[in-house]
Structures are given as C-alpha cells and as structure tokens.
C-alpha cells in the first residue's frame, strides 16, 4: 500500500508535506507509512478517499482493479479466447490499433486493441513485485 500511496503523490505532483497538509495529518505520519514503519490507518484511508476521490478503494487497499473511478476495468482475454469485436453501435468510436501483451520472459500472451497513441493519457505498468512504470506517450 505504501507504494500506492507514494505513486498518488507522484501522480499530484505533491511533496510528502503538501501531501500531509492536504490530508490534515502531520508530515511524520506520511514519513512513517513511505518508510513501512506504519501500516495505514482505517482514518487515513478514508481521508485519502476524500481528498483524492478519483481513487477506487479497490486500488487504493489492495492494488487491485482499476486505478481511478474513470478508468473501465477490461480483463485481458486469453490468447485462445479473442477479444469480441465491437457491435454496429461502437463502430462510431475512435480507431483501435492492436498491441500485444507480453508476460515477465517477454513472451506474447495475448492482444488487445488500444486507442491511438494521441488518445492515450497514462499507461501504468505493475508488477508482481508491486513495483510500477508509469508510460506517457510523447
């Protein structure tokens, strides 16, 4: 959890004390949970959530699902499952380009179709380690 938290500081461009200042809590306390020496408090979850409410829960407690409220959560479908293709009334959306996943030995897993790089705000990769990458197209 602690890497979420110090990814939504990165992401609002705050430091650890504008952090803090925003949530009502003192700056050691946000010191404490960075460093792994506290683990989240139920009121500072929900303070969290109430400053920063883009956040799912879901995300924020377990690393799970998607990030933001806006964000849709596709699974991704197995290589010998294709994904459907879209009904008559979805053809009115932006062109979709395919890409391929590929797992942590850099083998293709399974393609998706994303939007065109122009329409693309944010790409976030996490791993098992719990570690991120945080993709922005130039």
Same mark, same amino acid.
């Given at each position: 959890? $602690? @890497?979420?938290?110090?990814?939504? &500081? /990165?992401?609002?461009?705050?430091?650890?004390?504008?952090?803090? !200042?925003?949530?009502?809590?003192?700056?050691?306390? =946000?010191?404490?949970?960075?460093?792994? /020496?506290?683990? *989240?408090?139920? @009121? +500072?979850?929900?303070k969290l959530k109430e400053t920063f409410p883009e956040y799912t829960l879901d995300w924020i407690? +377990?690393?799970?699902?998607?990030?933001?409220?806006?964000?849709? +959560?596709?699974? !991704?479908?197995? %290589? @010998?499952?294709?994904?459907?293709?879209?009904?008559?009334?979805? $053809?009115?959306?932006?062109? !979709?380009?395919?890409? &391929?996943? +590929?797992?942590?030995?850099?083998?293709? =897993?399974?393609? %998706?179709? !994303? *939007?065109?790089?122009?329409?693309? $705000?944010?790409? =976030?990769?996490?791993? $098992? @380690?719990?570690?991120?990458? %945080?993709?922005?197209? /130039?």
């Open positions: 959890m $602690k @890497d979420r938290i110090a990814h939504i &500081i /990165r992401a609002q461009n705050l430091t650890a004390a504008e952090f803090a !200042l925003r949530l009502g809590i003192q700056p050691s306390n =946000i010191s404490h949970l960075l460093s792994g /020496r506290n683990n *989240p408090s139920l @009121d +500072f979850v929900k407690i +377990f690393g799970r699902g998607p990030m933001t409220v806006s964000e849709p +959560f596709a699974p !991704l479908h197995p %290589v @010998d499952q294709p994904a459907p293709l879209p009904s008559q009334e979805e $053809k009115n959306e932006p062109e !979709l380009t395919d890409s &391929i996943i +590929f797992n942590q030995d850099h083998a293709a =897993i399974s393609t %998706v179709s !994303l *939007p065109h790089s122009d329409e693309i $705000k944010q790409m =976030i990769l996490v791993y $098992k @380690d719990n570690t991120f990458e %945080v993709l922005s197209p /130039r």
